[in-house]
T-cell receptor
Framework: GAGVSQSPRYKVAKRGQDVALRCDPISGHVSLFWYQQALGQGPEFLTYFQNEAQLDKSGLPSDRFFAERPEGSVSTLKIQRTQQEDSAVYLC???????????FGPGTRLTVL | GENVEQHPSTLSVQEGDSAVIKCTYS??????FPWYKQELGKRPQLIID?????GEKKDQRIAVTLNKTAKHFSLHITETQPEDSAVYFC??????????????FGTGTKLQVIP
């Protein structure tokens, strides 16, 4: 079946612009995670959704970062007033509540100029 | 919170040789340890995982060992092939109070298999 998809795959933003990154999880997956992956580093946890409930947002680096999953499927990560330090690959992952395995999307590479 | 250290950061081996990547974790409550392979520009893909009640797991050329007492776990790849070249991430995971596995990743090991 279809895996996790993300769009856009690449995004270039001028500093100060707002961006919205989309994640389509595997159908039926209750759990959805967002990660930030800086160049040469491992993914770092940003936030977690169980269906439409955001149960953990402890990894969001600032109040400029906001995530939602209003209908419990597609999720959007929004970054307001982007800064150069926001440049990274943003990965989305989903998992079934019965298993611990997280399946990753291809990521969105964000470059802030 | 959990801290995962991974080494080496880079590893070059001749085709056919074995490769070993080692990780340590800090939180004794971690109970699930996945390993991901990430090729350049691609998504991380799970290659093997192990739970805290198991000491070793093998899948063809790949094996993972876990020492809970020492909080060490390792990935072993035997008979390496050029297509094994990628970045490998270890991870340690804790069951959060919300019922989900909160995963902390290592910093990655870039494996190069030389033909």
């Amino acid at each position: 079946g279809a895996g996790v998809s993300q769009s856009p795959r690449y995004k270039v933003a001028k500093r100060g612009q707002d961006v919205a990154l989309r994640c389509d999880p595997i159908s039926g997956h209750v759990s959805l995670f967002w990660y930030q992956q800086a160049l040469g580093q491992g993914p770092e946890f940003l936030t977690y959704f169980q269906n439409e409930a955001q149960l953990d947002k402890s990894g969001l680096p600032s109040d400029r970062f906001f995530a939602e999953r209003p209908e419990g499927s597609v999720s959007t990560l929004k970054i307001q007033r982007t800064q150069q330090e926001d440049s990274a690959v943003y990965l989305c992952a989903s998992s079934s509540f019965r298993t611990d395995t997280q399946y990753f999307g291809p990521g969105t590479r964000l470059t802030v100029l | 919170g959990e801290n995962v250290e991974q080494h080496p950061s880079t590893l070059s081996v001749q085709e056919g040789d074995s490769a070993v990547i080692k990780c340590t974790y800090s939180d004794s409550a971690s109970n699930y340890f996945p390993w991901y392979k990430q090729e350049l520009g691609k998504r991380p893909q799970l290659i093997i995982d192990i739970r805290s009640n198991v000491g070793e797991k093998k899948d063809q050329r790949i094996a993972v060992t876990l020492n809970k007492t020492a909080k060490h776990f390792s990935l072993h790849i035997t008979e390496t092939q050029p297509e094994d070249s990628a970045v490998y991430f270890c991870a340690a995971s804790i069951k959060d109070s919300g019922g989900y596995q909160k995963v902390t990743f290592g910093t990655g090991t870039k494996l190069q298999v030389i033909p």
